[in-house]
């Protein structure tokens, strides 16, 4: 069992920035890749962007730019998303999630980003 934890989020300006974070715990060995996916107001929710554990990133083609997903290196299973020249479509709900190799899912609790004009 895979255990996540996101912080950071809040409310900022439109072209400002945060950052939110997430640790997992537990059964870490078998983590291939985090990331986050958010969920706006009733919208889908979309995966925002991803590392796997070699360090290979991707992210949806709408935050390309402006979002950058790293990880602490002295501990690969706590990740960073840094958002900048935030846009107030990009508000939602993030939620960091862990991805083992049987590929399941394990999500955090949630993160409200909100973004004002």
């Known amino acids: 069992q895979v255990h996540v934890v996101e912080s950071g989020g809040g409310l900022v300006q439109a072209g400002g920035s945060l950052r939110l974070s997430c640790a997992a715990s537990?059964?870490?060995?078998?983590?291939?890749?985090m990331g986050w996916h958010r969920q706006a107001p009733g919208k889908q929710r979309e995966l925002v962007a991803v590392i796997t554990s070699g360090g290979t990133t991707n992210y949806v083609d709408s935050v390309k730019g402006r979002f950058t997903v790293s990880r602490d290196n002295a501990n690969i299973t706590t990740v960073y998303l840094q958002m900048n020249s935030l846009k107030p479509e990009d508000t939602a709900v993030y939620y960091c999630?862990?991805?083992?190799?049987?590929?399941?899912?394990?999500w955090g609790q949630g993160a409200q980003v909100t973004v004002s004009s």
């Open positions: 999630y862990a991805q083992d190799n049987r590929g399941h899912n394990f």
């Open positions: 537990g059964s870490i060995f078998g983590i291939y890749a």
